[in-house]
């Protein structure tokens, strides 16, 4: 019989060096894994490339030109589309202002606007100026008809003099300019610094604390 029809099984078929080798675990293995990461290139090779990957792309976005104070609307000369590195920007771009959009919390040159510094924004965390604290108080007649972006000075009434002995109940500035952040049905809410925060609570509990509208800074 000639060579090329012999069969195993069949006296005077031997199998050849390449099939020996192919019989070896660790060759069979290692060309399975090779033909497996050549049909996962292959089929990658035609993908179209994500134009958000690139890490120099730039992005259009609105940057404030001079401070944006709590309470004001986006004017003109206050806000001014630039382009910037997609890689740099923060999450939460506003990608629209509006002619009533407003300053929920003050806005420096040179910053990008978020949605959440938005009156309106998400969450109360968003809408107060870094570094500071949010107080609450509710609605009451010695409160003054204040509105966001209003600033107000926070005093406490107090009976303890400079040395801490009792006189005369007098008031003692807590915080000299706080600024409206929100104002609902039942509360107002100012943001402070975290020290005037701390000086706050005593008197707060003890319902002594009491706001002062100020008047608008002029130019």
């Given at each position: 019989m000639p060579a090329f029809m012999a069969r195993r099984g069949i006296p005077g078929?031997?199998?050849s060096p390449l099939v020996k080798l192919l019989?070896?675990?660790i060759v069979f293995w290692s060309i399975?894994?090779?033909l497996i990461a050549a049909t996962v290139v292959l089929s990658n090779l035609g993908e179209d490339v994500d134009p958000d990957a690139d890490p120099e792309r730039l992005i259009e976005v609105p940057v404030a030109q001079r401070l944006?104070?709590?309470g004001e609307t986006f004017e003109e000369d206050a806000v001014a589309w630039e382009l910037r590195p997609a890689k740099v920007l923060p999450d939460g771009i506003a990608d629209n202002?509006?002619?009533d959009d407003m300053a929920a919390v003050a806005i420096y040159p040179g910053e990008?606007?978020?949605t959440a510094r938005l009156k309106g924004g998400r969450g109360l965390s968003g809408r107060i100026p870094p570094g500071t604290a949010a107080l609450s108080f509710p609605k009451t007649a010695e409160i003054p008809p204040v509105s966001t972006g209003d600033r107000v000075r926070i005093f406490a009434s107090s009976n303890l003099d400079a040395n801490g002995l009792e006189g005369a109940a007098h008031a003692v500035s807590v915080a000299a300019e706080a600024w409206v952040v929100e104002v609902d049905a039942e509360s107002v809410t100012v943001a402070v610094s975290p020290q005037e925060a701390a000086a706050a609570v005593v008197p707060k509990q003890?319902?002594?604390l009491t706001l002062a509208a100020l008047a608008a800074r002029r130019p």
């Open positions: 078929w031997k199998p019989r070896r675990p399975l894994v090779l944006i104070l709590p202002l509006d002619e990008e606007v978020l003890n319902g002594t």
